[in-house]
């Protein structure tokens, strides 16, 4: 047989920038089936089910608001604000944030035999798994609208603001920093396994760095340069985007710390895409 005469398949380690971003398009519906399956997994055989997705935000919400008003004797700024509400509005984006950044940086060693026989954009499987991420998130976001109708019916008569409507734009937000630190921690995993118990340690910490419990102002004061340093942590102008978009004026936002925020999520975006094109073709050498 003629093995001139036969089509050869040729896999390419290294895609030029303009065929890998259309290679992600055309493996779009990769993305769908990815995380369906670990939807499907994640609940296989559990007795609740998707019910952890409300069970955890609550759980964090009711430790932390017993802990700060019983330990620390805190108050929200506006006396018509329940404190458990404070604080739920705040876990809902921190939750997303820190399981996305979880999920997205195992997600390679987690399928070491994909990326060793399989061609497609590697960074569809980070991607992917933040999409698991903001499905929980969706289904705990309900919990807030009961929460919300229960304490307009109760002696706190609270009514959202109409700035609710912004809440995609600072969801966005918790996306980008995700996908961000996401790249960068899924990239590292792969070359060193250490970040498998790194960045459990972070998670835990950035409960305390970020304003979950506490107000940026309780944190870091009011002062402009506090503020500022205090905002390079991403996930800061995304819970305050979203207290101002519940809570309006009684929580007010420092527009200039927002746009740090921002800023660093754009940097973390762009370092990390381009860190992640870095290493990909040496991926499946080294998982």
Same mark, same amino acid.
């Given at each position: 047989?003629?093995?001139?005469?036969?089509?050869?398949?040729?896999?390419?380690?290294?895609?030029?920038?303009?065929?890998?971003?259309?290679?992600?398009?055309?493996?779009?519906?990769?993305?769908?089936?990815?995380?369906?399956?670990?939807?499907?997994?994640?609940?296989?055989?559990?007795?609740?089910?998707?019910?952890?997705?409300?069970?955890?935000?609550?759980?964090?919400?009711?430790?932390?608001?017993?802990?700060?008003?019983?330990?620390?004797?805190?108050?929200?700024?506006?006396?018509?604000?329940?404190?458990?509400?404070?604080?739920?509005?705040?876990?809902?984006?921190?939750?997303?944030?820190?399981?996305?950044?979880?999920?997205?940086?195992?997600?390679?060693?987690?399928?070491?035999?994909?990326?060793?026989?399989?061609?497609?954009?590697?960074?569809?499987?980070?991607?992917?798994?933040? /999409?698991? !991420?903001?499905?929980?998130?969706?289904?705990? +976001?309900?919990?807030? &609208?009961? @929460?919300? =109708?229960?304490?307009? *019916?109760?002696?706190?008569?609270?009514?959202?603001?109409?700035?609710?409507?912004?809440?995609?734009?600072?969801?966005?937000?918790?996306?980008?920093?995700?996908?961000?630190?996401?790249?960068? /921690?899924? !990239?590292?995993?792969?070359?060193?396994?250490? +970040?498998?118990?790194? &960045?459990? @340690?972070? =998670?835990?910490?950035? *409960?305390?760095?970020?304003?979950?419990?506490?107000?940026?102002?309780?944190?870091?004061?009011?002062?402009?340069?506090?503020?500022?340093?205090?905002?390079?942590?991403?996930?800061?102008?995304?819970?305050?985007?979203?207290?101002?978009?519940?809570?309006?004026?009684?929580?007010?936002?420092?527009?200039?710390?927002?746009?740090?925020?921002?800023?660093?999520?754009?940097?973390?975006?762009?370092?990390?895409?381009?860190?992640?094109?870095?290493?990909?073709?040496?991926?499946?050498?080294?998982?």
């Amino acid at each position: 047989m003629d093995i001139a005469a036969k089509p050869l398949l040729v896999i390419e380690a290294g895609r030029g920038e303009q065929q890998y971003w259309r290679d992600i398009w055309r493996y779009r519906e990769l993305i769908y089936f990815l995380a369906l399956r670990d939807i499907l997994v994640r609940y296989k055989q559990a007795v609740v089910g998707v019910g952890w997705s409300v069970i955890r935000p609550v759980v964090t919400m009711a430790a932390l608001t017993w802990v700060f008003t019983r330990g620390a004797q805190l108050k929200t700024p506006d006396p018509s604000i329940p404190y458990f509400l404070w604080v739920f509005v705040a876990t809902l984006p921190w939750q997303f944030f820190t399981d996305a950044l979880t999920a997205a940086s195992n997600s390679l060693v987690a399928q070491t035999d994909m990326i060793q026989k399989t061609y497609f954009p590697r960074m569809i499987m980070p991607v992917s798994r933040i /999409f698991v !991420s903001f499905v929980d998130f969706s289904i705990a +976001f309900s919990i807030l &609208v009961v @929460f919300m =109708v229960v304490c307009h *019916l109760n002696r706190y008569h609270f009514t959202p603001d109409w700035r609710i409507v912004f809440i995609p734009i600072f969801l966005l937000m918790a996306w980008g920093a995700s996908i961000g630190i996401g790249l960068w /921690f899924a !990239s590292l995993n792969v070359q060193y396994r250490d +970040f498998t118990y790194i &960045v459990p @340690f972070l =998670v835990m910490l950035s *409960l305390y760095v970020s304003p979950v419990g506490l107000g940026s102002a309780d944190i870091a004061g009011r002062h402009p340069l506090l503020r500022g340093v205090y905002s390079l942590n991403p996930i800061v102008g995304v819970i305050d985007g979203f207290r101002w978009c519940v809570f309006g004026d009684r929580a007010p936002l420092l527009w200039t710390s927002e746009l740090i925020s921002l800023a660093m999520i754009a940097l973390l975006m762009v370092s990390g895409v381009r860190y992640f094109r870095r290493f990909e073709r040496t991926f499946a050498d080294i998982i």
